[in-house]
């Protein structure tokens, strides 16, 4: 069955500091991946997707950046962390063979920068 | 531009009651919307989802209609109970990239 994985579960950071999340999915080949910002009030925001390694689409811009070194590793940094960096962020994929009709969700980072 | 609204942030119902909660698109035609539930500190889970042909889906205590006409969706629990507490997002793909959610509503079913 398919898995995915996400850590840290928590994150306290000082503003200016960098930032490396990273999500990995198993049990699947070529999946979609996407991640996804939620901040107190707000809904879940897209920020990057990816159909494949080294393709990222940013939907969002700021001052962080995604990478997909390899079919199943899906990375979010930030060179210089923002007070509006905070939030909930979290990694999802989806079936390329199913098209985008369902997303599965890994269980969030909590990022709270200080 | 596109946008996605679920009119109540915040739903409170007893137990046993159906609750109806409330999803609003505009300048979308959407070939699907899902409905999914997130609990606190967790990821969203999906839970179904309606093709633009299909004007209900049933699953389980779960029913979601999609009005095309109207540019929503009601998603509907019968026969509510206290684990039904959490919020629910709907979502729909925007065109060609990712699924784009709503803010969500809180339900909250008191025993």
């Known amino acids: 069955s398919q898995t995915i994985h996400q850590w840290p579960a928590t994150l306290v950071q000082p503003v200016g500091s960098p930032l490396s999340l990273e999500c990995t999915v198993e049990?699947?080949?070529?999946?979609?991946l996407y991640w996804y910002r939620q901040a107190a009030g707000r809904g879940l925001q897209l920020l990057f997707y990816s159909v494949g390694i080294g393709q990222i689409s940013s939907e969002v811009p700021q001052n962080l950046s995604a990478s997909r070194p390899q079919d199943r590793q899906f990375i979010l940094s930030s060179k210089k962390l923002l007070l509006s960096d905070s939030g909930f962020y979290l990694c999802a994929w989806s079936s390329i063979w199913g098209g985008q009709e369902k997303l599965f969700f890994g269980s969030g980072t909590q990022l709270s920068v200080l | 531009s596109q946008k996605i609204e679920q009119n109540s942030e915040a739903l409170n119902i007893q137990e046993g009651k159906t609750a109806t909660l409330t999803c609003n698109y505009t300048?979308?035609?959407?070939?699907?919307l899902q409905w999914y539930r997130q609990d606190p500190g967790r990821g969203p889970v999906f839970l179904l989802l309606i093709r633009e042909n299909e004007k209900e889906k049933r699953k389980e205590r779960l029913k979601v209609t999609f009005d095309t006409t109207l540019k929503q969706s009601l998603f509907h629990i019968t026969a509510s109970q206290p684990a039904d507490s959490a919020t629910y997002l709907c979502?729909?793909?925007?065109?060609?990239?990712?699924?784009?959610f709503g803010k969500g509503t809180t339900l909250s079913v008191s025993s």
């Open positions: 300048n979308y035609s959407p070939a699907y």
């Open positions: 049990g699947t080949s070529n999946p979609n």
């Open positions: 979502a729909l793909e925007k065109a060609g990239t990712a699924l784009i």
